[in-house]
T-cell receptor, first 112, second 113 residues
Framework: GESVGLHLPTLSVQEGDNSIINCAYS??????FIWYKQESGKGPQFIID?????DKRQGQRVTVLLNKTVKHLSLQIAATQPGDSAVYFC???????????FGQGTRLTINP | DTGVSQDPRHKITKRGQNVTFRCDPI?????LYWYRQTLGQGPEFLTY????????KSRLLSDRFSAERPKGSFSTLEIQRTEQGDSAMYLC???????????FGPGTRLTVT
């Protein structure tokens, strides 16, 4: 069925450490994935995306890894800062359905 | 600000009343999406427009819900005879290409009392 899930609902890291947020997806036909950041009271904000013909993509302080064999997606945030505190969602684009399917989200908190 | 905008940001209504929300997408984006998000959950797809044509609707969109995009620019989402279960954040997103990045607005938070 359609589902995108996350391994951990909450993640707490020390400021300056690297954060890794994981996501499992179920539809092997999905060909596009996006990570969004959502701060309290705001809409989701695009962080980084990856297509299924890639296994890694890097942005500024963020890296997304895609393992199609086990249908797993991860978001790595380097040198985590207080401003990174938010809920992070992975979303799966269902080809032909013309919509994004979101997971439940992981709340990232930064300890000073 | 050239991002997606939504109005109002907050709406409190009594059960049984009708409400209407507006979304203004990024100007050159011809694809527009509505999602609903409840507390602690990810957004759930409701419906999708390409220009003025409504191409897909979720099973979540009951008969009390209707969405329009009459001129292919802004869109409205109306909920008739609101129920307490309709309380949620209603998010609008737009994109330039099919299967591409969707940009979200700030959402309209609906509270039905």
């Amino acid at each position: 069925g359609e589902s995108v899930g996350l391994h951990l609902p909450t993640l707490s890291v020390q400021e300056g450490d690297n954060s890794i947020i994981n996501c499992a997806y179920s539809n092997s036909a999905s060909d596009y994935f996006i990570w969004y950041k959502q701060e309290s009271g705001k809409g989701p904000q695009f962080i980084i995306d990856i297509r299924s013909n890639m296994d890694k993509r890097q942005g500024q302080r963020v890296t997304v890894l895609l393992n199609k064999t086990v249908k797993h997606l991860s978001l790595q945030i380097a040198a985590t800062q207080p401003g990174d505190s938010a809920v992070y969602f992975c979303a799966e684009y269902l080809q032909g359905a013309q919509k994004l399917v979101f997971g439940q989200g992981t709340r990232l908190t930064i300890n000073p | 600000d050239t991002g997606v905008s939504q109005d109002p940001r907050h709406k409190i209504t009594k059960r049984g009343q009708n409400v209407t929300f507006r979304c203004d997408p990024i100007s050159e984006h011809n694809r527009l999406y509505w999602y609903r998000q409840t507390l602690g959950q990810g957004p759930e797809f409701l419906t999708y427009f390409q220009n003025e044509a409504q191409l897909e609707k979720s099973r979540l969109l009951s008969d009390r819900f209707s969405a329009e995009r009459p001129k292919g620019s802004f869109s409205t989402l109306e909920i008739q005879r609101t129920e307490q279960g309709d309380s949620a954040m209603y998010l609008c997103a737009s994109s330039l290409v099919l299967g591409g990045e969707q940009y979200f607005g700030p959402g309209t938070r609906l509270t039905v009392t």
